[in-house]
Nanobody, 125 residues
Framework: QLQLVESGGGLVQPGGSLRLSCAAS????????IAWFRQAPGKEREGVSCISSSGGVTTYAGSVKGRFTISRDNANHTMYLQMNSLKPEDTAVYYCAARTISGFCSRYASEFHSWGRGTRVTVSS
């Protein structure tokens, strides 16, 4: 079964940057769309960004567009989320997830069937 492990979270000041990584346990991850979701305290989980299996299509939530960049390195079965100009409202646990039925992105969390355990991002001065 595909396993995903996130890393790269931490405490950063507003305006700072972090790079999250999502390492996959199997090369089959290369065939799946990968998304980043986040859940802030007391809030519902929300989609942040998604990348297709080829990397040719990327999507972003309006709140992060222009600040976050998703990418993937299929040779190393690793996906990334570069987060710049971080704001306190970006504070959340970030999860990566694989859409194991398709290489195309979806906006629905229910269509992603493999999830990592998350990495915490705190943006605070």
């Amino acid at each position: 079964q595909l396993q995903l492990v996130e890393s790269g979270g931490g405490l950063v000041q507003p305006g700072g940057s972090l790079r999250l990584s999502c390492a996959a346990s199997e090369l089959t991850s290369d065939y799946y769309a990968i998304a980043w979701f986040r859940q802030a305290p007391g809030k519902e989980r929300e989609g942040v960004s998604c990348i297709s299996s080829s990397g040719g299509v990327t999507t972003y939530a309006g709140s992060v567009k222009g600040r976050f960049t998703i990418s993937r390195d299929n040779a190393n079965h690793t996906m990334y989320l570069q987060m710049n100009s971080l704001k306190p409202e970006d504070t959340a646990v970030y999860y990566c997830a694989a859409r194991t039925i398709s290489g195309f992105c979806s906006r629905y969390a229910s269509e992603f069937h493999s999830w990592g355990r998350g990495t915490r991002v705190t943006v605070s001065s």
